[in-house]
């Protein structure tokens, strides 16, 4: 059984040290950044605009995450949930934490009308694409993903006139 429940400021150093688990899975373990500072800001700040939900056992114990932020399409003209991170601790994988993640966060679109739940999936990652098929998900074909950043932002953004800028 899994209870999901919104994160709490308590929940701050679970949630980093899943991330950095999460990051070893994906084969990245040097690649966080993150402290506890940056993500309390980020989550429990004033205005906060990143949201995170909890999946404990029925002993209250925490067994894995979600962490989202609202998209927006310009075809549908309405907000989305973009999912940046789902984790389920190993030893807890197979308990229906994920599932129960997932189902919150698309009864939270519902709720709000919003017109998707996305998120990306590393192509090697074969248990977490056929969990998410089996979920009814499907992947966008004919899409592929982009990301500026460390040096090449840097450089990119540095060379903007500030008149482009606002």
Do not use: C
Not at 93 to 110: D, I
Not at 116 to 141: C, Q
């Amino acid at each position: 059984m899994s209870v999901i429940r919104p994160a709490t400021p308590q929940d701050v150093p679970v949630i980093l040290q899943m991330i950095h688990e999460l990051a070893i899975y994906e084969k990245e373990p040097d690649a966080v950044q993150n402290t506890p500072e940056l993500l309390a800001g980020v989550l429990f700040g004033e205005n906060p605009r990143v949201f995170a939900a909890m999946a404990e056992n029925a002993g209250g114990e925490v067994q894995g995450f979600a962490l989202w932020f609202l998209n927006y399409s310009t075809w549908e003209g309405v907000h989305g949930i973009y999912l940046e991170d789902l984790y389920v601790s190993p030893d807890a994988r197979g308990e229906g934490h994920g599932k129960a993640l997932l189902k919150h966060l698309a009864a939270t679109a519902v709720e709000n009308g919003y017109a998707r739940v996305e998120w990306s999936v590393l192509d090697w990652n074969e248990p977490s694409i056929n969990f998410y098929r089996s979920l009814g998900a499907r992947p966008m074909d004919g899409w592929s993903t982009f990301r500026l950043t460390g040096a090449a932002l840097e450089s990119f953004g540095t060379n903007t006139p500030a008149a482009a800028r606002a």
